[in-house]
């Protein structure tokens, strides 16, 4: 028993030596986002459906007052103003085919305009930091989305659909001409070494979008060397002028689309990518099929277990958005909007299951 002296004694030690208890780390949250924009009505209804941060719709397709400081800052206030966090935007670099691109020049080689355009996009990346918004994404395409038609699917909607045996034997050239893998290499590289150090010097994330979908290797379609539409281009893409700031916006179902059997080999791609943070939005959508042949499905109803997908996105502290993308067409479903609800629904309850 100890003496009422000692008790004393041990009472009048200071706090601080009173070891504190073991606290877990918190495991870093998925949010649910969208990228369908940013008008008022879009933000009221994503807000609505449980989406907490967003990529805002392309706020010009040139470098003008829309991408001032000003103008930056405006647009992430108004849809913080709806609960929701602006966690990117798009630059002027989107998955339209060459001859409809914003920014052709870039992919285009070599050229004066290829280097306005890329001191633009710097500025634009060096705006956004000092406006708040903490990640741009961008493509490097030429041939954009290529598909073959759709599909059935589920009840009575349709499923885009691809089938590279249907596409034509001798298909014309894009307005690029003939574009070999070490020139589409050239091209992103010279790109990358001046972008990507503005981003890491303004730390603002840059987020690239596979080539979708993947094609014949080598040979591509129409002439262009699809390098970016295969998990070897991807990796190689990353270790170009690496840093922190420079990495994917990871369609899941265009990296499936580069995959035999993406059921089985998705996950380790997610694993090798996401356990070095290259990884910065994630398209959450699935598909039946894999390379040069798939459907683009609900969610719930391809090749890929999508709990066990997002399982691993948890596993390897992935913390940004999972969002929606391509969906099925349900007749009388005006733009989709039946089928975006499915897919946010969906991916909410999935993140419930797995974060609580």
Wanted: hydrophobic share 40%; aromatic share 8%; net charge neutral.
């Amino acid at each position: 028993m100890i003496d009422r002296r000692e008790f004393a004694k041990l009472a009048a030690l200071p706090l601080a030596m009173t070891p504190e208890p073991t606290r877990a780390a918190a495991a870093p949250r998925i949010k649910l986002g969208d990228q369908h924009g940013s008008s008022d009505e879009i933000l009221r209804t994503v807000s609505s459906l449980g989406v907490t941060d967003i990529c805002s719709s392309l706020p010009s397709p040139k470098f003008d007052e829309n991408w001032s400081v000003e103008s930056l800052t405006k647009l992430r206030e108004r849809v913080e103003s709806y609960g929701v966090r602006l966690a990117m935007v798009p630059v002027p670099m989107s998955s339209h085919p060459i001859a409809t691109a914003e920014m052709p020049a870039i992919m285009l080689g070599q050229s004066p305009q290829r280097d306005r355009d890329i001191e633009n996009i710097q500025q634009m990346i060096r705006n956004c930091a000092r406006a708040g918004i903490p990640a741009a994404k961008y493509n490097m395409t030429i041939l954009g989305v290529v598909r073959t038609g759709r599909a059935p699917g589920r009840g009575a909607s349709t499923y885009s659909h691809f089938d590279f045996a249907k596409t034509p034997q001798q298909p014309p050239l894009t307005e690029a001409g003939p574009v070999d893998a070490d020139a589409m290499w050239e091209r992103i590289t010279y790109f990358l070494t001046r972008v990507a150090p503005v981003a890491a010097e303004y730390k603002v994330r840059i987020a690239c979008h596979p080539h979708d979908p993947a094609m014949p290797r080598p040979g591509g379609f129409r002439g262009v060397d699809r390098v970016l539409g295969s998990v070897d281009g991807l990796k190689r893409f990353i270790s170009i002028a690496e840093n922190p700031y420079h990495g994917l916006n990871f369609c899941q179902g265009t990296v499936s689309e580069m995959l035999a059997d993406p059921g089985k080999e998705i996950f380790d791609v997610i694993r090798y990518f996401g356990s070095r943070k290259k990884i910065f939005n994630v398209h959450f959508r699935n598909i039946r099929g894999g390379f040069l042949h798939f459907d683009e499905t609900f969610p719930d109803s391809g090749s890929v277990d999508m709990l066990a997908a997002l399982r691993v996105y948890q596993e390897v502290g992935y913390d940004g958005m999972l969002m929606p993308d391509h969906v099925p067409q349900i007749p009388g479903d005006t733009a989709g909007r039946q089928a975006f609800a499915f897919a946010f629904g969906y991916i909410r309850g999935l993140l419930q299951a797995v974060q609580g």
